[in-house]
């Protein structure tokens, strides 16, 4: 108990060598064995080693056992998974961030998402990002005239460039022209860029890997590595 208890507390923790991973397996490992060693010779409810008697707890001890034995497999299989697609996702975002801060592969993407007619993805997601980067530089007027027309092309209910964004995050954009608030911060918008990158990433970025203006990306970027 005390190891499990500490291998939870530091579970969050920084793990460069990857130690948790193996104490995982190692106490999975154990779980099994534990239980039917703890079980026998602490409690033997038949008292087996007494006089031979087989109850029907043992059978209750078999199917612990045959349990632990079901989910160390598939709980070590799971993991392998699930950090594989960690590993592939991390490596496809780094690839899309390529591509969003290239010239050539941004153009690209663009012509990509007009031919699927959601180009106004992109293009908010450039002008949101634009307002951040000029946040500091900018006066509280510009800061809310700025975001205002954002709001307005992109963002409120029948924009001419509306742009898929949950309820929550409509909302609490909404609330700041309603409300005619003027004191804005630097991550107004945040909730907004993260939802739009998601949805290019995991959607339109997907169709691009298989269109022609992928073939056409790499291309060019073959062309000016050589």
Same mark, same amino acid.
């Given at each position: 108990?005390?190891?499990?208890?500490?291998?939870?507390?530091?579970?969050?923790?920084?793990?460069?060598?990857?130690?948790?991973?193996?104490?995982?397996?190692?106490?999975?490992?154990?779980?099994?064995?534990?239980?039917?060693?703890?079980?026998?010779?602490?409690?033997?409810?038949?008292?087996?080693?007494?006089?031979?008697?087989?109850?029907?707890?043992?059978?209750?001890?078999?199917?612990?056992?045959?349990?632990?034995?079901?989910?160390?497999?598939?709980?070590?299989?799971?993991?392998?998974?699930?950090?594989?697609?960690?590993?592939?996702?991390?490596?496809?975002?780094?690839?899309?961030?390529?591509?969003?801060?290239?010239?050539?592969?941004?153009?690209?993407?663009?012509?990509?998402?007009?031919?699927?007619?959601?180009?106004?993805?992109?293009?908010?997601?450039?002008?949101?990002?634009?307002?951040?980067?000029?946040? +500091?530089?900018?006066?509280?007027?510009?800061?809310?005239?700025?975001?205002?027309?954002?709001?307005?092309?992109?963002?409120?209910?029948?924009?001419?460039?509306?742009?898929?964004?949950?309820?929550?995050?409509?909302?609490?954009?909404?609330?700041?022209?309603?409300?005619?608030?003027?004191?804005?911060?630097?991550?107004?918008? +945040?909730?907004?860029?993260?939802?739009?990158?998601?949805?290019?990433?995991?959607?339109?970025?997907?169709?691009?890997?298989?269109?022609?203006?992928?073939?056409?990306?790499?291309?060019?970027?073959?062309?000016?590595?050589?």
């Amino acid at each position: 108990p005390g190891c499990i208890y500490l291998f939870w507390k530091v579970r969050k923790e920084p793990d460069p060598l990857n130690i948790k991973v193996e104490v995982g397996y190692i106490l999975l490992a154990a779980a099994p064995v534990g239980t039917v060693w703890a079980v026998t010779y602490f409690v033997d409810p038949g008292h087996i080693e007494l006089d031979g008697s087989f109850t029907w707890h043992y059978f209750l001890i078999l199917a612990l056992f045959v349990y632990w034995s079901a989910t160390i497999p598939a709980t070590i299989v799971y993991s392998q998974i699930y950090n594989y697609r960690e590993k592939r996702i991390g490596r496809d975002s780094e690839k899309f961030d390529n591509l969003l801060s290239s010239e050539i592969g941004i153009n690209l993407f663009a012509a990509h998402l007009a031919s699927e007619h959601c180009v106004e993805t992109l293009v908010f997601w450039r002008y949101a990002n634009a307002w951040k980067s000029a946040f +500091d530089k900018s006066s509280d007027q510009n800061r809310y005239d700025n975001l205002k027309n954002i709001y307005e092309q992109f963002i409120k209910e029948w924009a001419p460039l509306q742009v898929n964004l949950s309820n929550d995050v409509r909302s609490d954009l909404d609330s700041i022209f309603d409300s005619n608030k003027r004191e804005l911060s630097k991550d107004s918008v +945040d909730d907004a860029i993260q939802e739009v990158y998601i949805l290019m990433f995991t959607h339109s970025y997907v169709r691009f890997l298989q269109s022609e203006f992928h073939d056409k990306y790499q291309n060019a970027t073959f062309g000016k590595a050589i």
